[in-house]
């Protein structure tokens, strides 16, 4: 599992690096641990080395590890699409959610959210790109969606994430960055006006081993890295 805090260490400085290319401070960008597939061990490994904040896709696989590793204060960041029937579980195991795109799966996370937890923390996801057989909403709906969320009791809306179609080329790559980047300003400047209370609009989720270096470049607050610290995942579905 030494290769594993190897891996964390590189990932740090690249972007540590990146920060100080982009003339942003290097506290601007969080990591968050993409450890999907990943054993439990493998997570309590890089918590070891100082990695508290961990994201997966598959929930019911999420909700083992999230159970296995109850005794460590890991903050859990659910980054796959979760449909009505998942909504639950998200509720009562996450702390985080980056994918949300319809009205109703925000309804029901704030309604299933237990009393005794914190405001489920929530990224709204767009489809930059117009990929099409991808989730996350269409830009110019994001401003609605993000109201309506500031409206729900259980819910914080923190910001936006993306995930760009693997770009032919890498203007193709920086213009979905930027464009994210530039909507999560204008949304951000908006978000003064919505609920107060429940917005803190300070989170733009894009980034991942392969492109981490541009989004920072673009703006990212928070980059998702699996393979550059668990190395390579299984080739079928995921
Ligand atoms: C798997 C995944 C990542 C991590 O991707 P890597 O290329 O392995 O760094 C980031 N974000 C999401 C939504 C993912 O599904």
Redesign the pocket.
Known sequence: MTIISDNLQQVRGRIRAACEAAGRRADAVQLLA?S?TMAADAVQAAFEAGQTAF?E?YIQEAVGKIQALRTLPITWHC??PVQSNKTRLVAEHFDWIHTLDRLKIAERLSEQRPAGLPPLQVLIQVNVDGGANKSGLPPHDALALAQAVSQLPRLQLRGLMC?PEPAANSIANYAALTGTCALFDRLKSLAGDFAAESVNFDTLSMG???DLEAAIACGSTMV?????IFGGRPAKAY
């Open positions: 993409v999907k994201g896709n980054v796959g995930i991942m081993t392969a998702r890295v699996g393979t550059a």
